[in-house]
T-cell receptor, first 115, second 112 residues
């Protein structure tokens, strides 16, 4: 069991659908992350939230929209995705940058398939 | 731009033998991490290395860091099948907006 919980575990959606991925942690971490991972590749950072504010956006297309409603929750809203967006989406949390002597903790991920 | 290189990218190991894998990075970094990923699964943290000369051991795995050479090694003692997985190293730099940069990963396969 991981301390970062992601739902759903699997998601299949059409290119015109709107869906959301959810991530929750109760470790008191104030930094949360979204990563995209394609098969046999390393995770690629998408977004970083620090103290509930967006601090890094790695030039991610606007069809991905992150939201951090509170310090425990992180959402990723999806709209009009493309087939190449099919991937494993990982959420992680940690203590914020300068204080971090601990690793990022990753959730189990959401496997997303775009039809 | 911070770059992280791992080698080899694939290693077939024989049970019971010792092996070492490597992680090089291009610029000064404050922290280096090793993660393990099983197929279709999430990333599991193995080690956090914070300073030059740091050495950490967990079971059959031992990680070390040489910040002057910008090199971390992961030594495997007496490989067993359970160690088959992909191992990523990642580095970051201090600061509120620091972020992890991952290597491509090393896939280890242990054969009888």
């Amino acid at each position: 069991d991981t301390e970062v919980t992601q739902t759903p575990k699997h998601l299949v959606m059409g290119m015109t659908n709107k869906k959301s991925l959810k991530c929750e942690q109760h470790m008191g971490h104030r930094a949360m992350y979204w990563y995209k991972q394609k098969a046999k590749k390393p995770p690629e950072l998408m977004f970083v939230y620090s103290y509930e504010k967006l601090s890094i956006n790695e030039s991610v297309p606007s069809r991905f929209s992150p939201e951090c409603p509170n310090s425990s929750l992180l959402n990723l809203h999806l709209h009009a995705l493309q087939p190449e967006d099919s991937a494993l989406y990982l959420c992680a949390s940690s203590t914020p940058g300068g204080l971090r002597n601990q690793p990022q903790h990753f959730g189990d991920g959401t496997r997303l398939s775009i039809l | 731009e911070l770059k992280v290189e791992q080698n080899p990218l694939f290693l077939s190991m024989q049970e019971g033998k010792n092996y070492t894998i490597y992680c090089n990075y291009s610029t000064t970094s404050d922290r280096l991490y090793w993660y393990r990923q099983d197929p279709g699964k999430s990333l599991e943290s193995l080690f956090v290395l914070l300073s030059n000369g740091a050495v950490k051991q967990e079971g059959r795995l031992m990680a070390s860091l040489d910040t002057k050479a910008r090199l971390s090694t992961l030594h495997i003692t007496a490989a067993v099948h359970d160690l088959s997985a992909t191992y990523f190293c990642a580095v970051d730099r201090a600061g509120a907006n620091s972020k992890l940069t991952f290597g491509k990963g090393i896939t280890l396969s242990v054969r009888p």
